[in-house]
T-cell receptor, first 113, second 115 residues
Framework: GDSVTQMEGPVTLSEEAFLTINCTYTATGYPSLFWYVQYPGEGLQLLLKATKADDKGSNKGFEATYRKETTSFHLEKGSVQVSDSAVYFCALSRGDSSYKLIFGSGTRLLVRP | GAGVSQTPSNKVTEKGKYVELRCDPI?????LYWYRQSLGQGPEFLIYFQGTGAADDSGLPNDRFFAVRPEGSVSTLKIQRTERGDSAVYLCASSARTAYTGELFFGEGSRLTVL
């Protein structure tokens, strides 16, 4: 069945460091891909998305490119801030049941000043 | 309170007891979803409502789990004869319509602990 695999955390970085969180997926057809973020004490919220191959999603300085050839959707940010500390979830959905998100297990990011 | 509201935020119960978890979606959102997040895992889909009806309940693990949304707004997830394996965070989400865009608005969750 469909699945999402993301790198285990925690990832600990210093402020202004470059961030990569790896995400790969297994799915039939052409899924849509998402990154959700959960800040401490808050619910999950959509960070960015891409709906077809080679699309780049971006928001708040974060970017991810839908790579069908490598079935990947890695999250990147050029310069992280302390306020980026959160848990990041990669997810996919398929067109026939787009409401049914399939999540990875999450990666905790800790940014130190 | 413009976001999705879930109560209780924490619930501790004993094995075999009955539990209800409530979700109040964003006003005007017709679609409502329940997910379950076990420790160290990502959320897993349980059930999806469009209006008052359950459009897809394929994620409910067994017949001890049931959910209702009688007036198309507030939803209640009901768990009978709770087991220790039911311990998890139960997440509710809503969207303005079926989320073709994939953007669901999540509440903070109800943490259920079964002793």
């Amino acid at each position: 069945g469909d699945s999402v695999t993301q790198m285990e955390g925690p990832v600990t970085l210093s402020e202004e460091a470059f961030l990569t969180i790896n995400c790969t997926y297994t799915a039939t057809g052409y899924p849509s891909l998402f990154w959700y973020v959960q800040y401490p004490g808050e619910g999950l919220q959509l960070l960015l998305k891409a709906t077809k191959a080679d699309d780049k999603g971006s928001n708040k300085g974060f970017e991810a490119t839908y790579r069908k050839e490598t079935t990947s959707f890695h999250l990147e940010k050029g310069s992280v801030q302390v306020s980026d500390s959160a848990v990041y979830f990669c997810a996919l959905s398929r067109g026939d049941s787009s409401y049914k998100l399939i999540f990875g297990s999450g990666t905790r990011l800790l940014v130190r000043p | 309170g413009a976001g999705v509201s879930q109560t209780p935020s924490n619930k501790v119960t004993e094995k075999g007891k009955y539990v209800e978890l409530r979700c109040d979606p964003i006003s005007g959102h017709t679609a409502l979803y329940w997910y379950r997040q076990s420790l160290g895992q990502g959320p897993e889909f349980l059930i999806y409502f469009q209006g008052t009806g359950a459009a897809d309940d394929s994620g409910l693990p067994n017949d001890r789990f049931f959910a209702v949304r009688p007036e198309g707004s507030v939803s209640t997830l009901k768990i009978q004869r709770t087991e220790r394996g039911d311990s998890a965070v139960y997440l509710c989400a809503s969207s303005a319509r079926t989320a073709y865009t994939g953007e669901l608005f999540f509440g903070e969750g109800s943490r259920l602990t079964v002793l």
